[in-house]
Structure formats: C-alpha cells, structure tokens
C-alpha cells in the first residue's frame, strides 16, 4: 500500500471480530467520508437517506455549545485494504488503511454531516477529534444488519428525562424548579416518563408542566421574575383545584381522580398554561383572587361544560390545540375573565357547529 492514512488505534474484539478504534480530527472527516450525491435505491446501500433537516440542528448545537458539545463514536466498514501494525502492547498499534479502500459509515452519518457544517462556520474545530470505531467491510448484507444492530435497539430518551437532565435549556431549567417548588406538583410529577400507566403512582410528567410552561411564558428569554411569576401561578392553581385537595386529603383516590375528573389529562394542564399566559400578559388582574374562583368549576368528566369542547361523544379526550382554545374559553368564562378577539371567532364557530351536531 504505497498511499495510506495511519491512524494510532486500540484493537478489541467483539463476536470473534477485529474493530479498531481511533481518534481522528474533524477536519479529515470530509476526506474519509466523501458525499455521494448518486441516488441507490435502499435496498442496494447499508445507510438510511440522510435527513437533511437534521443537520442544521446539531449544527446549531456544536456551535452554541462550543465548550461543552459532546458526541459518541461514528462507527465506520472498511472497504479495501488495511493492515494493523501492533506496537510493544498487541492491543495498541497504528492502523493503515489504503487511500483506495472505501470508508462507510454504519452509525452516525447525521453527525458527521452536521460536523462539516459547523467547520464551515467555525474552523476552530478542525483539530478536535472524534473517535471511529472502524469494522472490516464484509459486504452489503453485514453492513445492512450492523446498520440494524445499531439502531434497532436504540431507545429515546423521554422528554421529561431530557427536560430533567437539560441545563442549557431555560424552560427546563425553570420547569424543574418550579415543580421542586410546590409539594403537590412534586409528589405526583413523573420526572422520567412521558406517558402514565393507569395504576402510576404519580398524576403529571414533567414534559406535560414544560409544555405548559411554554404556553405561559411564550419567550426563550426567562429571567427570576418568569420564575417567580410560574411559581406563584402554580401554587395558586394547586391551592384551588378542589379534586386535587381532596386527593391530598385522601378523600378520593388518583385512579378515580384519573377516571372521573378531566383535571390530571395533560391537554387540560395546557389549558391552564394558556389561561396563566393571560395573567401574565395582563399583570392588571388580581390573578390570586380570580385563581379562587377554580374551587367553584366542576371538573368531572361528565360535565356539560367539557362536552365536546375537551370530551368526545364518545367519552375519550379530544387531544388538539382546537380543545385547549375551547376549554380555555369555558374555564375564562367562568373565572369572569374577557376573551380575546381569536377566542370569540372561536368560540363562535363552536356554537354553531354544536347547534348543527344537534
């Protein structure tokens, strides 16, 4: 092999299989993996289509986070000739592989896309180095099912872990603050799941209180005053939501407050986190005084109020951002607060449609 690239490497052994691996700088990326632009029908390469979209996003992150970015290993088959060249330790060695050969990635072509996009903004990331994990190439059918074995069991992280582990996100910083905050919300957030059991011990994710939160705020800016502002919103929303008192107070139980009230369903937590975007946007109303009124609204699910607006004929929640509007509307009325021009049209359309569904 008269033209190589030497790479100092570990070897390791996985399934009687030699891989090596080796840290290789950002810069020699696009050399050892060159775009092709030729269409192949799926079935003839090893790789998923690049997602085009993706990229600029974890572009965006390695930018943005140039002091704390991390990435796992690519994991690259080696088509051509290579050899391993051992040195006094038989693990560590230097790996050459011929110029010629052809290097395909198995695991993490949208990393490596998004890595040559931030180099063309950012030179300064030429010399940092990422690790390959390199494979002996061994035809079509093996790279296709080491793309499976990759990705088949990969799992994705829940919104509410990542929103618990997120530090760079405000929202989810303020978010879990927030809920540590107020001891009802604490005790029945799940901080790890996005999606409750029937017999779950807790009655929220903290995805759900995120999502509300966004509603509320509206501004990727949050300083203490958002904080302070979310903290005392919820608090007074907790201390007069009558169905969750008497949960505390032991006087129902959380599978008949699941069953039977809508008020732990996460579009109605919305609700309430399009009702506290009002307060905030109009610091003019007493909010404590109005929240009091929530003790007097009825939140059983067969309730004429939540009747198709947040309930379906059938008795299923309706799950869109029409049913967060229209039981908004409901509750503000209720609470004697004014609707807006964009919630009386629809508020309006409504009524029709339900005197027409009549």
Known sequence: MAYVYRFPVVKGVQANREYYIAMVPLKMLSKLFPLDEEYVPPEYRAQRKLNATRIPIISKYILQNRDSYVFSALAASIDGNFTFHPCDVSDVGTLEISMDAKLLINDGQHRKAAIL?????????????????????????????????????????????????????PMAVVTRTVI???????????????????????????????????????????????????????????????????????????????????VTQAVTI????????????????????????????????????????????????????????????ILKKQLGLPLDDFEQTKEQTFQIGSTAHV
């Open 270 to 329: 919305q609700v309430l986190g399009r009702l506290g975007n009002f307060f905030i946007s109009n610091p003019s109303y007493k909010m404590e005084d109005i929240l009091s009124k929530l003790q007097e609204v009825n939140w059983r699910r067969d309730c004429e109020d939540w009747k198709l607006r947040t309930i379906r004929s059938n008795g299923r929640m309706i799950v869109n951002e029409e049913a967060i509007i229209l039981t908004c509307n």
């Open 180 to 262: 540590s905050k107020i001891k009802f919300l604490n005790t029945y957030t799940d901080k790890e799941k996005d999606n409750l059991g029937k017999y779950s011990s807790n009655l929220f994710t903290l995805s759900t209180f995120y999502n509300a939160n966004k509603r509320i705020l509206r501004t990727e800016i949050i300083t203490k005053k958002e904080e302070a502002f979310l903290t005392k919103y919820w608090r007074c929303v907790t201390q007069n939501i009558v169905p969750w008192k008497e949960l505390s107070k032991r006087e129902i139980s959380k599978i008949d407050l699941r069953e039977n009230y809508i």
């Open 117 to 169: 996009e931030a180099l063309s903004e950012d030179e300064t990331l030429s010399n940092e180095t990422i690790s390959i994990v390199f494979f002996e190439d061994q035809g079509l059918a093996q790279s296709q099912q080491m793309f499976t074995d990759l990705n088949k069991h990969a799992v994705k992280t829940s919104n509410s872990i990542a929103e618990l582990y997120d530090s760079r996100d």
